[in-house]
């Protein structure tokens, strides 16, 4: 079956996670820490207790209005993503990638990112995609799941085995996707991994797709 359709992820495969890391990790307990006069240190583990209070199965983890909210944060927090876009940083073999692959096949991001995050990281590679989905955002869901893969084909208009995936998260960027007939790829950028599906950065996922294509 010739592949029409090529997916990413986003985080760890198309971005670096420190755009993400910044704003959860350090400007959301800086402005804790301004806002109820704390140490920086004494922030940090108060908003952590926080998030882990909510955890990652739930939405709101992933929904940063609910936490300027629940922490009651100075500020908008489109700020925040606004001041922080220096810190974007597409992994180098990127560009080159998307320009070569979107020759031949309509490439979609298919990201567990909120909307507003994947609208700013996206800068400069956005023309790229025919589509971008974000499953909190579109579908209300916090994983990517079967059923998530199994909608964006059907929105796609694509058969499964026509649709090829890489990411970086072993069970919902190739398990997920693998369970309904997509040829899913796991990214491991730290050569933890080998295997028949592995693939070590994006060049090598692109010389995969081309063999599969023969
Ligand atoms: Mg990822």
Not at 63 to 79: H, N, S, T, V
Not at 114 to 141: C, K, N, W
Not at 191 to 209: A, S, T, Y
Request: net charge negative.
């Amino acid at each position: 079956m010739p592949i029409e359709v090529v997916s990413f992820d986003m985080e760890g495969t198309l971005i670096t996670p420190r755009f993400s890391e910044l704003i959860w990790e350090y400007d959301i307990p800086r402005l804790y820490a301004e806002r109820h006069s704390l140490t920086l240190e004494e922030a940090r583990r108060r908003v952590f207790e926080e998030y882990m209070e909510i955890g990652d199965e739930r939405p709101e983890w992933y929904d940063i209005e609910y936490w300027f909210r629940r922490l009651d944060l100075p500020g908008d927090w489109r700020e925040l993503l606004e001041m922080r876009r220096d810190a974007i940083e597409p992994y180098p073999e990127v560009k080159g990638v998307l320009e070569r692959l979107s020759e031949d096949y309509r490439l979609i991001v298919t990201s567990n990112t909120i909307r507003e995050f994947l609208e700013v990281q996206l800068q400069g590679l956005e023309g790229f995609f025919t589509h971008i989905f974000s499953a909190p955002s579109d579908f209300g869901e916090v994983k990517k799941t079967a059923g998530f893969y199994r909608r964006i084909c059907g929105i796609v208009s694509v058969k499964p085995s026509s649709m090829a995936h890489v990411g970086d998260h072993w069970r919902f960027d190739y398990l997920a996707p693998r369970s309904i007939g997509i040829e899913a790829y796991y990214l491991d950028r730290v050569d933890e991994r080998e295997g028949e599906h592995v693939v070590h950065d994006l060049e090598e996922f692109e010389r995969r797709i081309r063999l599969l294509d023969g």
